[in-house]
């Protein structure tokens, strides 16, 4: 999938566009199509998540910028 593509996805994600399975079913595809083991969790959170030390209303990250971090990830490799 295009980055675009991606963004389309994650703007459908985002704003609860379709059902509560179509929802589930685009989410999977962004998660299929990037490299990030969050994917798409991170329209929501910001990766290593802690309640009790991230004040979450801080946590605005644009879906651009979301796609782009999921794209950009690269795994340890042990």
Same mark, same amino acid.
């Given at each position: ?25 685009? &989410?999977?595809?962004? !998660? ?9 969790? $991170?329209? *929501?959170? %910001? ?8 004040? &979450?209303?801080?946590? !605005? ?9 999921? $794209?950009? *990830?690269? %795994?340890?490799?042990?």
């Amino acid at each position: 999938m295009t980055r675009n593509e991606l963004i389309e996805l994650g703007k459908r994600i985002v704003n609860c566009e379709g059902t509560e399975e179509e929802i589930e079913e685009i &989410i999977d595809l962004f !998660n299929k199509n990037v490299p990030h083991p969050s994917g798409a969790n $991170l329209f *929501y959170y %910001p990766e290593n998540y802690n309640a009790r030390t991230f004040d &979450i209303s801080t946590y !605005n990250l644009t879906i651009e910028e979301i796609v782009d971090k999921c $794209l950009s *990830y690269k %795994p340890i490799i042990l």
